[in-house]
């Protein structure tokens, strides 16, 4: 698979995915992506995106200005 932005290879990684909500700011670590090693865009699974919009709709209830969490930790 090659990048959908510039034709780049893309390779496995773990990345940091944020999302800044207007109340917080919510990162989760060591999220698995493929990272085209050109532009550095990010791709995600269907089943790792799913797995990311369940975390963060389950930490945006929280009252903090920024959450930090570990995609391991909470998929597990």
Not at 33 to 50: G, L, N, P, R
């Amino acid at each position: 698979m090659n990048c959908f932005m510039c034709k780049g290879d893309l390779e496995e990684k773990k990345v940091n995915y944020v999302v800044d909500l207007e109340e917080t700011i919510i990162i989760i670590k060591g999220v698995p992506a493929k990272v085209c090693k050109q532009c550095c865009e990010q791709y995600f699974d269907d089943e790792i995106a799913e797995n990311v919009e369940k975390i963060v709709n389950q930490l945006k209830e929280l009252s903090t200005e920024v959450t930090i969490v570990n995609y391991k930790e909470k998929v597990a």
